[in-house]
Nanobody, 118 residues
Framework: QVQLQESGPGLVKPSQTLSLTCTVSGGSITTKYYYWNWIRQPPGKGLEWIGSIASTGSTSYSPSLKSRTTISRDTSKNPFTLPLSSVTPEGTAVYYC??????????WGRGTLVTVSS
């Protein structure tokens, strides 16, 4: 059973960089054909895909966030990380990590609430 767990600060100040880690257990992030994703949901709004890192290490990002993030991974310890720079209060959201295997996301973390406020 694959499990994903997000971790990171619950409060970040505007203009700072938000850093989140997703720890994966029960599976390897280098296993072929899997994509490891970051997704967020602001209060009262829908899900927004941020980006992903493939089992090969290649990355893909939402055009609106591409300039502010570089998803990375540690293949020796199985986590992957999300740094998101220059956050604003609009970045307040529940942040999720999830695994995608065609045709969609099959495993999700529980999510972690990040509040951007001074």
């Amino acid at each position: 059973q694959v499990q994903l767990q997000e971790s990171g600060p619950g409060l970040v100040k505007p203009s700072q960089t938000l850093s989140l880690t997703c720890t994966v257990s029960g599976g390897s992030i280098t296993t072929k054909y899997y994509y490891w994703n970051w997704i967020r949901q602001p209060p009262g709004k829908g899900l927004e895909w941020i980006g992903s890192i493939a089992s090969t290490g290649s990355t893909s990002y939402s055009p609106s966030l591409k300039s502010r993030t570089t998803i990375s991974r540690d293949t020796s310890k199985n986590p992957f990380t999300l740094p998101l720079s220059s956050v604003t209060p609009e970045g307040t959201a529940v942040y999720y990590c999830a695994r995608r295997h065609w045709p969609g996301m099959d495993y999700w973390g529980r999510g972690t609430l990040v509040t951007v406020s001074s």
